[in-house]
């Protein structure tokens, strides 16, 4: 991928996360960028397929920093720990609300490929938290694993956007305190 196609992705993903799929314009990133519409569509024939390409790239970084994850940290707690740091500098750094989040506000409006690459951020984070559950000792059955992994995921989203509307990281941190007792002992069960 070129300079000027990166530029672009990087310029949509800070519109998509502040103003969602319908809130910006190819030509508000030509703007930006100091070229012409018809630079960007070059690149990028529709929205759709930007915001997909954006979709790939947000989905193998966080798969990527997973990974790290994985191999970096020994136990499944310090590893559902880095994950909620994820989020927190998500808000902290950006003062964004997740990509993924804004796009679940557009759902009904996203091209099919978009939402099916929305479909497998989810998935992949369900799976991982599923994972990090299933490799700490405790006797859940796999549909409490389920169950505890989207609690921790839909808490974890709520926390982002609470915080994000109240310009509150507190309310973040209140949240995530929860989430943490909450699989500390889930952990030890």
């Not at 798969?63 to 790290?68: G, Y």
């Not at 750094?93 to 099919?112: F, H, Q, R, V, W």
């Not at 989810?122 to 700490?136: D, F, G, K, T, V």
Request: glycine letters at 4%; one cysteine or more; aromatic letters at 8%.
């Amino acid at each position: 991928m070129n300079k000027t196609a990166s530029r672009i992705m990087d310029i949509a993903e800070s519109l998509l996360r502040t103003k969602g799929f319908q809130g910006f314009a190819f030509r508000e990133i030509a703007n930006e960028i100091g070229i012409k519409s018809a630079s960007v569509h070059y690149h990028f024939a529709t929205k759709g397929e930007l915001v997909e390409a954006i979709l790939v790239r947000y989905i193998e970084n966080f798969e990527a920093a997973l990974l790290e994850a994985e191999q970096k940290l020994d136990s499944p707690s310090d590893r559902l720990e880095h994950y909620i740091k994820m989020y927190r500098t998500e808000f902290m750094d950006n003062k964004y609300t997740s990509l993924c989040i804004m796009l679940g506000a557009d759902i009904d409006i996203l091209p099919e490929p978009v939402v099916q690459q929305l479909s497998s951020f989810y998935r992949l984070n369900l799976e991982w938290i599923s994972s990090q559950i299933e490799h700490a000792p405790n006797n859940l059955t796999a549909n409490e694993i389920k169950q505890n992994s989207a609690h921790i995921q839909a808490s974890l989203n709520g926390a982002l956007m609470g915080a994000r509307s109240m310009e509150d990281a507190k309310y973040f941190d209140l949240v995530v305190d929860k989430v943490r007792q909450q699989y500390r002992l889930m952990l030890k069960a």
